[in-house]
């Protein structure tokens, strides 16, 4: 079968939730294709939703390094490094997906959580002001966000954000 279906079919499967199946027709390309960016995204896909961060991280890696310019590459590598080695570690993640990408959003939220997390609130209460400014979307998350409990606690206001 040509890998324009495989990966046609692979990402039928992830939309309707059927990762076994998605996972068997990546699992059936040969080399190089296994190496493509689509086949990479899929499967890392698959790796984030069965929460595999291990594995995950590896392949977000990868796709960073073939795609640096797509900013969520950056923030699921740091989110799989987080829950596979230490929250520092993914800490340094997304300051290099900082330099590369000032203005996202995600990457200054996530930094003002990890900066809660380590007990830096300033650091964090302007990180997340960022966030939203740039992005009002953001606004809803701040409110809710286990890893900012103890930025509110301390008074911060998301909504003068």
């Not at 950056?74 to 997304?94: C, H, K």
């Not at 290099?96 to 209460?125: M, R, W």
């Not at 009002?136 to 409110?143: C, G, N, Q, T, V």
Request: glycine share 4%.
């Amino acid at each position: 079968m040509k890998t324009v279906w495989r990966l046609s079919h692979a990402r039928g499967f992830l939309t309707l939730g059927l990762y076994d199946e998605a996972e068997r027709e990546l699992d059936a390309l040969s080399p190089p294709d296994t190496d493509l960016p689509e086949a990479l995204a899929l499967r890392a896909s698959i790796l984030q939703h069965r929460q595999h961060w291990l594995l995950l991280k590896p392949i977000a890696a990868e796709l960073v390094r073939i795609q640096p310019e797509e900013a969520g590459w950056w923030v699921m590598w740091a989110y799989a490094t987080r829950r596979a080695d230490s929250l520092l570690a993914a800490e340094a993640i997304l300051r290099e997906a900082e330099i590369v990408h000032p203005e996202e959003a995600t990457i200054q939220f996530n930094l003002g959580c990890y900066a809660c997390q380590l007990g830096d609130l300033s650091e964090a209460g302007r990180r997340v002001r960022c966030a939203i400014a740039s992005d009002p979307s953001f606004l809803e998350l701040a409110r809710s966000d286990s890893d900012l409990a103890p930025l509110r606690e301390s008074g911060f206001d998301p909504s003068r954000a």
